[in-house]
């Protein structure tokens, strides 16, 4: 992901910021209306990608196709961020085909297409939103969450689109929303309100953990569904140490009430994703009692070497 990359990362502070104020009233929210006393919270991660050729051998057989990636992901990892969606709206074929590959509990997270998120500014876009939503709701119980990345300009003064737009869409559909526009974070007012509207409707907003934009890691949760896009750095050593971080934080969120979370791991050509989701996966596993089953990662075998 080249947002928010830095080529040199000394320097950048990854401590994790405080929770947000209304982080901590949503999860009480939760806790107080759940209808089962201390849910085991879900946990879901996984790469943005399944089509890479440096995993076979590593996570895929050594004989395996590139038509049969997707089956052997989807039995490595129990979440995708479904980046391909963001540039087409799938076919009905399509969307069967990846339900139909997929194990019972895994989730895929559609990102919502360009057009209408970056081209159109969420403005008259009624009809390709209506095909969006049909299409991906064809994924059944295989559907997590769908994500809504705003673009790069879509500043607070766009508010009303943002607001008109979540409204029209059917209720309790899935979708939780990112901004990268600077003023989301710089004007408090503007915030709060999106936050407290998203809460009415349900809606969740989508963290970013990358070097160069610490901004976008608001720590705020309008539902007790963490959605968090984590870049690391090819494996460097604060990779891990932000990762343990992570966990700690989920743990206390998980102990006031966070129920669901989504993580997809990012490394550059996420060459390196499935070593980083693995040890989140173990993390999670050991230090909050869970049994998500993480990727069996194989050694590499280097041509000319026999031994």
């Known amino acids: 992901m080249d947002f928010g990359k830095l080529d040199n990362i000394e320097g950048v502070d990854f401590t994790l910021p405080n929770t947000h104020t209304f982080t901590t009233e949503t999860l009480a929210d939760a806790a107080l209306t759940s209808v089962t006393p201390s849910p085991k919270m879900e946990v879901y991660v996984g790469p943005p990608i399944w089509a890479n050729k440096e995993w076979v051998g590593k996570i895929y057989p050594t004989n395996a196709k590139d038509k049969d990636f997707l089956y052997h992901y989807t039995r490595q990892f129990n979440t995708i961020e479904l ?15 990846w339900r139909d590959t997929a194990p019972d509990g895994f989730k ?41 990345q705003l673009g790069p300009s879509f500043d607070t003064s766009k508010f009303s689109n943002l607001e008109f737009f979540l409204k029209a869409l059917p209720k309790d559909f899935p979708i939780a929303v990112e901004f990268r526009h600077p003023s989301w974070f710089t004007d408090d007012y503007a915030w709060q309100r999106t936050l407290e509207l998203f809460h009415e409707l349900g809606v969740g907003t989508v963290m970013s953990d990358v070097s160069g934009r610490r901004d976008v890691l ?35 969120w998980m102990e ?28 999670f596993n050991a230090k909050m009692g869970l049994s998500v089953q ?7 075998v280097i041509q000319g070497e026999l031994f």
């Open 256 to 283: 006031q009430g966070l129920q669901r979370v989504f993580i997809f791991i990012h490394t550059e050509d996420n060459t390196y994703s499935p070593e980083l989701a693995k040890y989140w996966i173990e993390g």
């Open 108 to 148: 895929y997270c559609p990102k919502w297409p360009q057009a209408i998120s970056h081209d159109a500014q969420l403005v008259n876009v009624i009809l390709p939103s209506d095909e969006f939503v049909r299409a991906v709701l064809g994924l059944e119980d295989k559907l997590g969450t769908t994500f809504l």
């Open 294 to 300: 993480p990727p069996e990662i194989r050694a590499q």
């Open 218 to 252: 608001h720590m705020a949760l309008t539902t007790p569904t963490l959605t968090l896009r984590f870049v690391g750095n090819e494996l460097h050593p604060t990779d891990y140490s932000r990762t343990d971080e992570w966990l700690q934080r989920i743990r206390a």
């Open 83 to 97: 980046n391909v969606t963001h540039y087409q709206i799938p076919t009905d074929d399509t969307i069967d085909r």
